[in-house]
């Protein structure tokens, strides 16, 4: 398995822009599927984005089409959410994921988890 430690988090005003970053250790990044997912209190961890191997292919979660976007580095072993236009309900604690082979947005398929990071986004 590879570890995952994510940064970037913090409070920022609805509006207004974050860009989380994800960075993996152990084995070799590029042979990784990487995501995103995020948990609010009181609900289910959801997906936010996934990128490819190659990087060639990603895909997002309904709430964030338009207003995030996910890419990655392999010569950094990192992966990157910007997210634009934050809403208050974007509030979560978002975790970073990597699994390999094949992109998927099933979270059981994901082998490798951070500890998270803290986004809240005030109104």
């Known amino acids: 398995q590879v570890r995952l430690v994510e940064s970037g988090g913090g409070l920022v005003q609805a509006g207004g822009s974050l860009r989380l970053s994800c960075t993996a250790s152990?084995?070799?990044?590029?042979?990784?599927?990487m995501g995103w997912f995020r948990q609010a209190p009181g609900k289910e961890r959801e997906f936010v984005a996934v990128?490819?191997?190659?990087?060639?292919?990603?895909w997002y979660g309904d709430p964030v089409k338009g207003r995030f976007t996910i890419s990655r580095d392999d010569a950094k072993n990192t992966t990157y959410l910007q997210m634009n236009s934050l809403k208050p309900e974007d509030t979560a604690v978002y975790y970073c994921?990597?699994?390999?082979?094949?992109?998927?947005?099933?979270?059981?398929?994901?082998?490798?988890w951070g500890r998270g990071t803290q986004v809240t986004v005030s109104s």
């Open positions: 994921a990597a699994k390999l082979g094949l992109a998927t947005s099933f979270q059981p398929d994901f082998g490798s």
């Open positions: 152990g084995r070799t990044f590029s042979g990784y599927t």
């Open positions: 990128i490819s191997m190659t990087g060639r292919s990603s």
